[in-house]
């Protein structure tokens, strides 16, 4: 949809009706308010798009059972056109009625029935555009059935419609005074819609008729076809489209019915230009990011008004709770006022960006315009604030999007930088490489079989992040069943664990509208990061998970992992939940959200340099605590700043060697680099040999790496490496530049080392990665590397299959004499 000038943002209000005190659901859970489920009846009248419907924006739940709706609007309506006596020549109506019936075929397609039909909703745009509005309460609200008033304004009503009256209390469909089938016959259907557009036709001719004496046949034949008094005799929309008022010899081009609209001031027209291609939903962001409020705009204009909160109190409670003598709130009645918002304060505020900003393909956009420099470095809270630099963000990804998966590259490296909440559904599902055919896929497997895990799935759903409205309606309970029961069913080797509901929580709150693709994106994250977490004995994936969880507390902060060790607070009291949902059970999804922006950009084993930054943020705490304090701290999870979180977990996961949390059940897509033969980690042993070694391993492969002899990676060292065979061995062959301290000979009687010329070079190595050789037939590179740990070094790791896998490497060389130590 193209903006035109005269379009603007309609914001409108109504009151949900309230549930009885202490009304529950055959489950015995709390009825869902009913404001929630008009939120999730709202999502799909989102998706509707057509060029004779004003497209709905948005909705928002505040409180006392209030929603605000947000919609296209345009000042002019058909009402507006009556009212001024303005007579409707024969081209004029059939471009109308036209325009009706194309919108109405369309809603009709999508199972979704107007019957709020009234000239004021019928609005026409300064280019001759004829749209159909507030055509979605009906739908929105069930039937009428989630409201406390009818729907629909009587003059345009069908008849059946008018038959079955209303009664507040309860749905029409409990009227025991009506028969069966007179409820299947006159049930608020697409007919009762094609009366009500003769009503409207009948409107506009009137005044011709008056004035001209005169009506044109066919016109009378559409009229009259619309106003059979049984719906069965009225046409449906697609056959009112044959009839002759709308065959080729009254087609009129829509331009030649223009309104002139009153024109922008010409310093805003460039602007404008340049954001009437931008989706009205994304336009609407920027009016909010600019610090639009909508229910402040109805506040302004007296449809909401402050009342006292002692005149709501009633004369009479009773013990179960009813109450009775309030007065009647005026303000909770219908009001079909529509509040217009002009986008001319929004298109003031962005007129001083350059072009350049919505063509962002261009090199160097930010480095040309101080703003959006400045911007780039603000944290990432504010910068999701501020409205140039996320118009800039969201217009490049935007463009980059609509060329996936041929830009998957450049989507990668411009998430690296951060992802515009307005585009992260899409750029989450280009980062998981989702396949452009989900949605065949999604509809070729089956959701409906009953399946064992069903009565879990049914338990878990409303125990899932409910705060979030839409995952607490109907409509999102109903979404998220079959989206677990489709990954269920489609891989038979796995089981339903609890904790998958929360792993598809994000996904679907952001694709709400697309279940296929919420779907999809968790069937590839889930072989990505939690890759055989959910076999039905996951026992050892998760015990060696955590096993590595160990060794990375120890190889960054020994000092926290000797306390926890010390007073037997393991991983497996409180790190299960962390990483089986990778965090989403733990943290509110606002904070999962930018926590998994990172996240899917990094491999499988980023996730537990995640855990390691959050525990170093309850470092003091946990320090400070025993057993129990620390049991408490963890059962309600203190406040994470999750940016400086992801930071930490960067410098952690980058200043990690990779086959430190290289693991058994990595996913079947990580291929080590390089020699397989040096990353062959096979021969550590059972998961309970894994968890004895309080130290990590690397692999030949890292090692050669870290020591960069040829100093082509690192300017400085980053490793130094001690040698704990004895002398002799040692100087038959040594890895350059090592420490040579044997174990047998280098402890004092009180566990420390013995001060030499080699340990003070040890000493002064401090900070650096310690990587401790010693030989394939015995563990005492295992044992020395521990007793270090105990000693408070970070960063201590011991070589894998120790110093007989580098005989074939060519770096070793026979060191000049040393003195023992």
């Known amino acids: 949809m193209e903006l035109t000038v005269d379009c603007c943002l309609g914001v409108s209000t109504f009151c949900a009706a309230n549930h009885p005190v202490e009304s529950c659901g055959s489950n015995g859970l709390p009825l869902t308010p009913n404001s929630v489920q008009i939120l999730g009846k709202f999502q799909s009248l989102s998706q509707l798009e057509h060029p004779n419907l004003c497209a709905y924006v948005e909705i928002c739940r505040i409180q006392h059972e209030r929603v605000i709706v947000v919609a296209e609007h345009y000042s002019t309506s058909l009402q507006t056109l009556i009212l001024k006596k303005k007579i409707f020549g024969l081209d004029l109506q059939i471009h109308i009625s036209r325009s009706i019936i194309e919108a109405l075929r369309y809603l009709h397609s999508k199972n979704v029935v107007h019957q709020n039909f009234h000239s004021k909703n019928i609005l026409i745009s300064s280019e001759g555009g004829v749209k159909l509005s507030a055509y979605g309460i009906y739908y929105m609200t069930q039937s009428s059935t989630l409201v406390s008033f009818p729907i629909g304004y009587p003059k345009y009503l069908a008849p059946e419609v008018l038959l079955l009256g209303y009664d507040p209390s309860k749905s029409w469909l409990d009227k025991s005074t009506v028969c069966d089938e007179t409820l299947t016959l006159y049930s608020s259907k697409p007919k009762s819609d094609i009366w009500s557009l003769g009503m409207i036709l009948l409107e506009m001719d009137v005044l011709s008729v008056v004035v001209e004496q005169s009506v044109q046949p066919e016109l009378k034949e559409v009229i009259e076809s619309c106003l059979q008094v049984l719906p069965e005799n009225r046409p449906t929309a697609d056959q009112l489209l044959k009839y002759p008022l709308f065959g080729s010899r009254f087609n ?132 999701e604030k501020d409205i140039d630099y996320q118009l800039y963000r969201i217009v490049m990804f935007d463009k980059q999007l609509r060329g996936y998966p041929l830009t998957r590259q450049a989507i990668v490296k411009e998430a690296r930088e951060d992802v515009p909440p ?219 700043d999750i940016e400086r979180c992801l930071k930490d977990s960067i410098e952690i996961f980058c200043s990690t060697p990779q086959s430190v949390t290289f693991r058994q059940h990595e996913p079947p897509s990580v291929s080590p680099k390089g020699n397989r033969s040096f990353w062959d980690f096979s021969l550590i042993g059972s998961n309970s040999t894994l968890k004895s070694e309080r130290c990590p391993r690397i692999s030949a492969e890292d090692f050669i790496e870290l020591l960069d002899l040829n100093h082509k990676r690192f300017a400085r060292p980053k490793m130094v490496v001690v040698d704990v065979r004895n002398a002799n061995k040692f100087q038959n062959g040594a890895v350059p530049g090592s420490i040579n301290l044997p174990y047998q000979t280098c402890w004092t009687t009180d566990g420390t080392l013995i001060p030499c010329e080699q340990v003070e070079q040890l000493e002064r190595a401090r900070g650096k990665i310690v990587c401790v050789i010693g030989s394939s037939c015995n563990d005492l590179g295992l044992k020395f590397s521990e007793i270090l740990l105990d000693l408070q070094w970070p960063r201590v790791c011991t070589l894998h299959k120790g110093f007989d896998v580098l005989l074939k490497t060519q770096i070793l060389v026979v060191p000049a004499a040393v003195g023992m130590c």
């Open 252 to 383: 009129v081009p829509a331009a030649v019915f223009k309104f002139p609209a009153q024109p922008l001031q010409p310093d805003l027209l460039r602007i404008h230009q340049l954001m009437s291609k931008l989706p009205l939903s994304e336009v609407y962001h920027f009016w909010h990011l600019v610090g639009g409020d909508v229910e402040a705009e109805l506040r302004k204009a007296g449809i909401l008004r402050n009342k006292p909160a002692i005149f709501s109190l009633p004369c009479l409670v009773l013990e179960e709770g009813e109450s009775f003598g309030q007065t009647k709130d005026r303000t909770t009645l219908f009001d079909d006022s529509v509040v217009e918002i002009s986008l001319e304060a929004l298109l003031r505020r962005l007129q001083h960006l350059p072009s350049s900003v919505f063509d962002p393909l261009m090199d160097d956009v930010i480095n040309d315009h101080q703003t959006l420099r400045e911007a780039a470095q603000l944290p990432l809270v504010i910068k």
């Open 422 to 640: 307005f585009c992260r559904a899409r750029v989450w599902a280009a980062l998981l490489k989702v396949d452009p055919s989900y949605s065949a896929m999604y509809a070729a497997i089956d959701k409906e079989t009953s399946h064992s895990s069903d009565r879990q799935i049914e338990v878990d759903i409303p125990r899932c992040h409910q705060y979030m409205d839409l995952l607490a309606s109907p409509e999102g309970h109903a979404k998220f069943k079959r989206i677990l029961k489709a990954w269920v069913n489609q891989h038979p080797q796995y089981v339903y664990w609890q904790g998958l509901d929360s792993l598809t929580a994000p996904f679907l709150l952001l694709h709400f509208n697309d279940e296929a693709l919420a779907y999809a994106c968790l069937a590839a994250f889930i072989p990505k990061y939690l890759n055989n977490f959910f076999w039905k004995d996951n026992s050892s994936v998760i015990q060696e998970y955590l096993a590595k969880f160990s060794h990375l507390i120890a190889f960054h902060d020994p000092v926290l992992r000797n306390h926890l060790d010390c007073i037997g607070f393991v991983p497996d009291l409180y790190a299960i939940p962390w990483f089986l949902t990778m965090f989403a059970h733990v943290f509110p999804l606002h904070k999962i959200f930018h926590l998994w922006d990172k996240l899917l950009l990094g491999n499988s084993s980023f996730p537990l340099c995640i855990g390691l930054a959050v525990l170093q943020q309850l470092r003091e705490s946990l320090l400070e605590s025993g057993f129990n304090e620390c049991i408490l701290l963890f059962s309600d999870m203190p406040e994470i």
